[in-house]
């Protein structure tokens, strides 16, 4: 272990309209974590949240990634897997969301 597990605040930056100046919106807990594998390979990983466990493991897939013996592993067995899920959970946003969709430009006036 280089560095970490450790838990810190970085500031999330916004901007109104998505193209407004940039403003300070507020502040982030983030995790973590700086590996050297007995190879020599140095992983870092970053998480969202509290949760240092996770911070650490994510460093430890960034420097398992790195090494060509191991590479096709980790995209196969936890990269691909991931983007699979997170694929299916932002269709199924996106389908609750079209569920209660208003057009209002097919609705119907009082006054006329």
Same mark, same amino acid.
């Given at each position: ?10 500031? !999330?930056? %916004?901007?109104?309209?998505?193209? %407004? ?7 982030? $807990?983030?995790?973590?974590? /700086? ?6 390979? !140095?992983?870092? *990983?970053? !998480?969202? *949240? ?25 995209? $196969?067995?936890?990269? *691909?897997? /991931?983007?699979?899920?997170?694929? =299916? ?6 389908? =609750? ?12 006036? *009082?006054?006329?």
């Amino acid at each position: 272990m280089l560095r970490g597990p450790e838990i810190g605040l970085v500031m !999330v930056r %916004g901007r109104i309209g998505g193209g %407004g100046a940039p403003f300070n919106l507020g502040e982030a $807990t983030v995790s973590r974590a /700086t590996v050297r594998l007995d190879s020599g390979l !140095v992983g870092h *990983g970053h !998480v969202l *949240g509290a949760n240092l466990k996770r911070a650490k493991l994510a460093a430890i897939f960034d420097a398992l990634w790195q090494d060509e013996a191991h590479r096709e592993l980790v995209e $196969t067995q936890l990269l *691909g897997p /991931t983007a699979t899920r997170i694929a =299916e959970e932002k269709r199924k946003k996106s389908e =609750e969301v079209a569920a209660t969709r208003v057009d209002f430009f097919t609705m119907v006036r *009082g006054e006329d």
